[in-house]
């Protein structure tokens, strides 16, 4: 038996390319839309041998843009690349294209460092709006990579990818410009965590739903007028939230707890709060709430929603009648907080991977604990603290804030049977 020769070495696999330092083409062609442009275009191409680096296409009202960054035509033939130009415009002559080929070397330049994503939505979104806000970006050294659409209703919302700034600084910037332009405006770190699973914690009154829930039993107790009164300044900032709960509840003493049962139903939901809590549901958040009302009623919120965490307070019940009294822990501002940590620690998601919605004073920790604070709706003390704030009264346009689309929440809803909810 003859002995087998030595294996040979395997060759070293070549380094991946850069193109950095090449001559590369730009061939852009612009026009209207059709099926098999995009084919066209690289099987023309391709029959010169070149390689892609890069494709960009969208589609603006029906016109099509696509560029295409190529290596030059392979073998290196003296008149490739003039025949590659002339057979380019040929075929774009004959779809009715315009095309522009622009001869350069390498790629972009590589992304700077400090990367962002700034969402704007507006109501309406006006060209002014837009030129201040990219103004403040250039200003402050900021480059923008990328722009594009992702909703038009309920609210014209873009996304920019902007680099060479850090996160915080471009926030601190943008952000008394998109209140001075009447946009709302969410700027958050660009990276893998984006994508992660994560916690969304929300208030309940008016936030999720549009009713204060103590102010529907204070209207079956007949005081409705003065646990409103109450309400506004707790929510103003201008009263301790767990002494104004305390004397709010107190006027309940008496009332018969068989009313639990009509405020359930009387429970108006947000617009587009279904529409929220659904898509966060099937991209795999974990979705919370936490109340300054009743588990009286969010327990049944839990319920209708399947949600996954929830804390608020308890009205006491002796003989079938509230007591006036609430018992346990008091879910109070500081409270909020605390259990925004406790849902993220039980849901195993970081901190930074959070995000807290709500409108009131008594929400103002919570948002600021959390990764994303938004303020919903808010009273302006809670607008001018938060970072992020939505003056929209839709609950999904969150969604854009993440960097969901309107046509993924759409085709989603389009899957299961199910239609946004306003
Ligand atoms: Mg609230």
């Known amino acids: ?82 025949a590659l130009r002339s057979t380019v415009h040929r075929w774009a002559e004959e779809q009715r294209l315009q095309a522009e080929i622009i001869s350069g070397t390498g790629d972009n330049r590589p992304r700077r460092e400090g990367r962002s994503h700034v969402t704007v939505l507006g109501h309406p979104l006006t060209a002014t ?15 923008i990579d990328r722009v594009f659409r992702l909703a038009k209703y309920p609210v014209v919302a873009v996304e920019m990818t902007v680099s060479g700034i850090a996160t915080e600084r471009l926030r601190s910037e943008l952000v008394a410009e998109a209140t001075a332009q009447r946009v709302d405006i969410a700027v958050v770190e660009a990276g893998l965590h984006r994508r992660a699973k994560r916690l969304v914690v929300m208030d ?136 925004l940590r406790r849902f993220a620690e039980q849901a195993k998601v970081p901190l930074e991977q959070t995000v807290a919605i709500g409108d009131g004073a008594n929400d103002l920790d919570m948002l600021n604990a959390a990764g994303l604070g938004v303020a919903f709706n808010a009273k302006p003390v809670v607008r001018e603290a938060a970072d992020t704030a939505v003056n929209v009264p839709f609950l999904d346009t969150v969604l854009y804030l993440l960097g969901i689309t309107r046509e993924e929440v759409e085709a989603a809803d389009a899957v299961d049977g199910d239609r946004p909810d306003h």
């Open 1 to 82: 038996m003859n002995a087998l020769p030595p294996a040979a070495e395997p060759a070293p696999a070549p380094l991946p390319r850069t193109f950095d330092d090449e001559r590369t083409l730009l061939v852009k062609v612009f026009g209207k839309d059709r099926p098999g442009i995009t084919t066209g275009l690289f099987a023309t191409l391709g029959d010169f041998g070149v390689e892609v680096i890069d494709i960009e296409q969208m589609v603006t009202r029906g016109r099509i843009t696509l560029c295409a960054l190529v290596t030059p035509p392979a073998g290196g033939a003296p008149d490739a690349e003039g």
């Open 129 to 143: 709006a837009v030129s201040a806000l990219t103004a403040r970006i250039t200003e402050a050294d900021g480059n």
């Open 204 to 339: 309940v009154d008016s936030t999720l739903i549009q009713d204060e829930v103590i102010e529907l039993f204070a209207a079956h107790a007949g005081c409705e007028e003065k646990v409103a009164e109450v309400t506004a300044a707790a929510m103003a900032g201008e009263l301790d939230f767990a002494e104004s709960l305390r004397a709010r509840v107190a006027l309940l003493a008496g009332l018969d707890a068989a009313v639990t049962e009509k405020v359930r139903a009387e429970v108006r939901f947000t617009p587009g709060a279904r529409t929220l809590i659904r898509t966060l549901q099937r991209l795999g958040f974990q979705v919370a709430i936490v109340s300054g009302g009743f588990t009286q009623v969010t327990d049944h919120l839990v319920e209708q929603l399947g949600l996954d965490f929830a804390a608020a307070n308890t009205l006491e019940v002796v003989d079938g009648k509230f007591t006036g009294r609430v018992t346990g822990e008091i879910v109070d501002r500081a409270g909020k907080a605390r259990w």
